[in-house]
């Protein structure tokens, strides 16, 4: 009988990252950035991935209902601006 592997969420291949969740330019926006992992998305705040060229509400909308299905949430911290 096989043994149980723990869920281990795998890396997408590069430029994989959000394929099917966002469209092609906001995920442009976010690998301009190198932002190609929940964990480095978790780093920004919402205010700063929406000044992303190429990023827009509905983006952000799918990008939100994506990262609360996993449990992250982006960083509190306010703009640096």
């Known amino acids: 009988m096989a043994k149980c592997l723990k869920n281990i969420a795998p890396v997408p291949p590069e430029g994989l990252f959000l394929l099917g969740i966002l469209p092609v330019t906001a995920r442009r926006a976010l690998e301009k950035e190198k932002i190609d992992s929940l964990d480095k998305l978790c780093g920004y705040s919402e205010a700063e991935i929406l000044q992303m060229n190429g990023f827009g509400r509905n ?8 990262m609360e299905n996993h449990q992250v949430c982006f960083s509190s911290h306010p703009d640096a601006d």
Do not use: H, I
């Not at 983006?59 to 994506?66: F, N, Q, V």
């Open 59 to 66: 983006s952000m909308k799918r990008l939100k209902l994506y």
